[in-house]
């Protein structure tokens, strides 16, 4: 099974609302990823996490905020974001960082900024 | 610099015919490896393949084949028996190895495919 979950699927917000994504494996992965995704362009790397450790920030403005409570939950919190922020947000696992580790993807968040 | 570049925006397949989808990158690394990912218009970015650097056969997997030719820095991705199905945007990217932890997959730009009866 190589399944990761995200909710929820859309999410409409205003500039001054805080909301927050979640992403979960249950594969026994240690490692965790955000990516944030324009339509017709490639994923772009925000975080990645390994062991619930911050490995890669890959300097993103503070109005994101990732947090992983644990090995298999990933969370991506969001405050006082800006239209230009709209996109598909994607979470991966992998066993853990590596050369050879296959990333799995989760079917993503359509957020919209208003 | 770009790293993996798909030079090709678009392309059409006539179902049940064999596609071939390009892909190369640029490395200075000996170790390294290639991905490639199928996007379907739902979002989802689903793993297909994997080549390795050290790996001296092309990798298979069912209907997809990766035609790695290390010296001319390509990883073509084959895709035979085309079906509807496989409309999508496919992407190729590369793992280099990086100081602990901090490696990372970095994708080229895509190639649509479309299939049609």
């Known amino acids: 099974d190589t399944e990761v979950t995200q909710t929820p699927k859309h999410l409409v917000m205003g500039m001054t609302n805080k909301k927050s994504l979640k992403c979960e494996q249950h594969?026994?992965?240690?490692?965790m990823y955000w990516y944030k995704q324009k339509a017709k362009k490639p994923p772009e790397l925000m975080f990645v996490?390994?062991?619930?450790?911050?490995?890669i920030n890959e300097s993103v403005p503070s109005r994101f905020s990732p947090e992983c409570p644990n090995s298999s939950l990933l969370n991506l919190h969001l405050h006082a974001l800006q239209p230009e922020d709209s996109a598909l947000y994607l979470c991966a696992s992998s066993q853990a960082q590596g050369l050879e580790e296959t990333q799995y993807f989760g079917p993503g968040t359509r957020l919209l900024v208003l | 610099a770009q790293k993996i570049t798909q030079t090709q925006p678009g392309m059409f397949v006539q179902e049940k015919e064999a596609v071939t989808l390009d892909c190369t990158y640029d490395?200075?690394?000996?170790?390294?490896?290639l991905f490639w990912y199928k996007q379907p218009s739902s979002g989802e970015m689903i793993f297909l393949i994997y080549?390795?650097?050290?790996?001296?056969q092309n990798a298979t997997e069912g209907r997809y084949s990766l035609n790695f030719q290390k010296a001319r820095k390509s990883a073509n991705l084959v895709i035979s028996a085309s079906q509807l199905g496989d409309s999508a945007m496919y992407f190729c990217?590369?793992?280099?190895?990086?100081?602990?932890?901090?490696?990372?997959?970095?994708f080229g730009t895509g190639t649509r495919l479309q299939v049609f009866p």
């Open positions: 594969m026994g992965h240690r490692a």
């Open positions: 490395t200075s690394d000996q170790s390294y490896g």
């Open positions: 080549q390795g650097s050290y790996d001296e």
């Open positions: 996490y390994s062991y619930e450790k911050l490995s």
């Open positions: 990217a590369m793992r280099e190895a990086g100081s602990y932890n901090t490696d990372k997959l970095i």
